[in-house]
């Protein structure tokens, strides 16, 4: 089964392997970091999160959960690691939630038995207006006639709504974000590595107290099924 974790990330990198950078957290142009913390992010150590996962035509479901685990160091920067229980569901990732931003490194991923390298990501900016868009950008290689050519990988974010009530799985989730997230490589690099589209898009919502609640993709989705955020 293709994993969950793909979502989470890398969906649009079939085939592609990252070179290695240093992890910083992007800034957007023209931002302002503001000071304090996020609601958004409530990763207290031992706190659970159980998803529901829905995969493919016919759908195939089945579940896996998040395990919060204590501090882990990454390039200088501090990370809250979330353990899955089912690694070939979902892959284990590490979050910063420091200063109303949430930024997240997924590893472990693959896409029909080809690794996928880590990429951090400015998943969302939790003090801010709807329609306010970030961008966070690396470099990967792609193999072509006995070459390796970099290729600029975009990921584009857009707050569609703010403070909204969404209803998954029965229940209804308050103060939610949805935002949209683009991934994409420019067009002739995609036909020349015989890639079927050099975008795709995904829609996030997050909600206060509890984090990522849902994520949306062409035929895969994620819904949040119970949680336990410890005080």
Do not use: H
């Amino acid at each position: 089964m293709k994993k969950i974790s793909l979502i989470f990330s890398c969906a649009i990198i079939m085939i592609i392997s990252c070179k290695k950078n240093a992890i910083e957290v992007p800034t957007p142009t023209g931002y302002q970091w503001p000071a304090g913390t996020s609601d958004y992010a409530p990763f207290t150590n031992g706190s659970t999160f159980t998803f529901e996962t829905t995969t493919g035509t016919p759908a195939v479901i089945d579940s896996f959960t998040y395990t919060v685990i204590k501090d882990t160091a990454i390039s200088g920067k501090t990370f809250r690691k979330l353990q899955s229980n089912k690694p070939s569901l979902a892959a284990t990732y590490f979050t910063n939630f420091s200063a109303n931003v949430i930024t997240e490194i997924s590893y472990n991923n693959t896409f029909q038995g080809v690794a996928i390298p880590p990429i951090l990501q400015t998943v969302l900016l939790d003090n801010v207006t709807i329609n306010t868009m970030w961008k966070d950008s690396t470099t990967v290689t792609v193999p072509y006639n006995g070459f390796n050519i970099p290729v600029p990988v975009s990921f584009n974010y857009t707050i569609l709504q703010k403070d909204i009530t969404k209803n998954i799985l029965s229940k209804d989730y308050a103060n939610t974000f949805e935002v949209k997230q683009i991934i994409s490589i420019p067009q002739q690099y995609a036909t020349a590595a015989n890639l079927p589209t050099n975008s795709v898009q995904l829609n996030n919502f997050y909600s206060k107290g509890i984090g990522r609640v849902q994520r949306d993709a062409q035929a895969s989705s994620i819904k949040i099924k119970r949680y336990n955020v410890l005080k």
